[in-house]
């Protein structure tokens, strides 16, 4: 599968933004309910969209879209049915499209792309167990519960589908079947630990599930400590031979229980150098990584 995001991640590393929730947190907004930020599609999505501004506007070429949490079965417990559920994963399309066009305001030649995310099963439950998997659900269910939000994130033409912050092996096979046909091209994204997936897998068996995956243009991980990040690029580029994705936490540790994040930030824009030796050419951050970083990684790729 080609597309023009595959050409250009061809011709040089790309810049992806932040963590989404940080930047909301930022700006006001209160995220501590299941939903996360995927409550302000319904509530405030123009919220969302000066959220991916700030990004773009900070140096980011890929923002993702506010759909990591968004699903059919999260949205029903607050009572939303399914088509306006629908309609709020588009507008999660939409808004981060609706960003990119204000930032080509300033310069309209600014090539910028959007990134739908699908993030996992655990995301919906709320509960920390993306960091763990093993839902304790088979192959089959889960790639149930994953077809139809990627379906109606397909309709919406996004650029990529971001199907992110993968904790097992399981959860990556049933995401890998549950692309096929939908006709936009997709990114796999792990979370890890050290060099194993977080449910324990080997990260050089987990990566070669998407090496023969057509749909599958770039591998890699997110969400992880930015010190996992070097070997995991390593290895998937060796396992792949496809551009690799790398856009880790700050460092800080997610405290499920209370809810907070706990410790340091060790994310050193300086380090993204590093990683594009290795074969990272989509580079970000995830949570707890705002604008400035964001900035700072652009300005450390642009000396390459």
């Not at 990556?172 to 792990?190: M, T």
């Not at 990260?203 to 070097?230: K, T």
Request: charged share 25%.
């Amino acid at each position: 599968m080609t597309s023009d995001f595959a050409d250009a991640l061809a011709s040089g590393p790309l810049v992806l933004d932040g963590g989404l929730s940080n930047q909301l947190e930022a700006a006001g907004h209160d995220l501590g309910d299941a939903l996360w930020s995927a409550r302000l599609l319904a509530e405030d999505p123009e919220a969302i969209t000066r959220a991916h501004l700030a990004y773009f506007e900070a140096g980011a070429e890929v923002v993702i879209t506010s759909s990591y949490q968004a699903t059919f079965e999260g949205f029903a417990r607050r009572g939303i049915g399914r088509e306006r559920a629908a309609e709020l994963l588009a507008l999660s399309v939409e808004s981060a499209r609706e960003a990119a066009r204000r930032a080509r305001q300033a310069r309209p030649d600014r090539p910028l792309w959007v990134a739908a995310s699908a993030g996992p099963y655990g995301a919906m439950l709320a509960d920390g167990s993306e960091y763990r998997g093993r839902y304790g659900l088979g192959r089959g269910e889960l790639e149930r519960f994953h077809r139809p939000r990627l379906e109606v994130l397909a309709a919406a033409r996004p650029d990529v589908l971001a199907l992110e912050t993968v904790p097992d092996t399981d959860e990556a096979a049933a995401l890998l079947r549950a692309v096929r046909g939908l006709g936009v091209p997709a990114w796999l994204s792990y979370t890890v630990a050290g060099d194993r997936t977080r449910a324990g897998q080997p990260l050089d068996e987990a990566f070669a599930l998407a090496a023969d995956a057509a749909e599958v243009i770039a591998v890699g991980v997110n969400c992880c400590a930015p010190e996992d990040v070097p070997g995991a690029v390593e290895t998937a580029a060796r396992v792949t031979g496809k551009p690799v994705v790398a856009y880790p936490n700050s460092g800080e540790t997610w405290d499920a229980k209370a809810r907070d994040w706990r410790g340091r930030s060790s994310y050193v824009a300086e380090r993204v150098r590093d990683w594009r030796e290795r074969g990272a050419r989509l580079v970000g951050g995830c949570c707890r990584v705002g604008p400035e970083t964001i900035t700072s990684v652009a300005r450390a790729l642009s000396r390459e």
